[in-house]
């Protein structure tokens, strides 16, 4: 049997994205064909009842959020490499509280992040990092829509619908 995971994401624009994903297409290939730069928004344990998101979609009342990034960081034993976001993403909380609300289960604040490297599929390097510190990372990102979006096994991830805010 298929083992199938949705989540709801916020994939970056091409104006954010460029530098991201040459890092993503160079260390972390895999990953670059598996799923375009992205923020996760909920994940797959999270939107179970997903008729019941899509009405607190439907009933969103933003137009845009901002998430305000910090620093590259290493994770995962070294492995992974991703931009942080700073603690003050007050508009990405709410966007999550919004979607997910009476959906009964436990309201979580995870910090919103940008993989650069999957340590599933990579592995950083020193020389790698000091390799990634040179690019400009974004300070803000504006984000007007959100996907939902599907994997099937360990294929690409699937665009199944766009929510703009």
Wanted: charged letters at 30%.
């Amino acid at each position: 049997m298929n083992k199938i995971r949705r989540q709801l994401t916020l994939f970056l624009d091409d104006h954010y994205s460029t530098e991201i994903e040459t890092i993503r297409r160079k260390y972390n290939p895999d990953q670059y064909k598996l799923i375009r730069s992205h923020v996760t928004l909920c994940r797959e344990d999270e939107i179970e009842d997903l008729a019941k998101i899509k009405i607190n979609i439907s009933q969103l009342d933003l137009d845009s959020i901002r998430i305000n990034f910090d620093q590259l960081m290493r994770f995962s034993n070294q492995k992974g490499v991703m931009i942080s976001a700073k603690h003050d993403n007050h508009q990405y909380h709410y966007l999550r509280q919004a979607i997910l609300k009476d959906c009964n289960i436990p309201l979580t604040f995870p910090y919103p992040h940008i993989t650069l490297m999957h340590p599933r599929n990579s592995t950083c390097t020193d020389e790698i990092f000091d390799e990634i510190k040179k690019i400009k990372i974004p300070e803000s990102i504006l984000f007007k829509e959100f996907s939902l979006i599907q994997q099937t096994d360990d294929n690409e991830w699937e665009l199944l619908e766009t929510f703009q805010m």
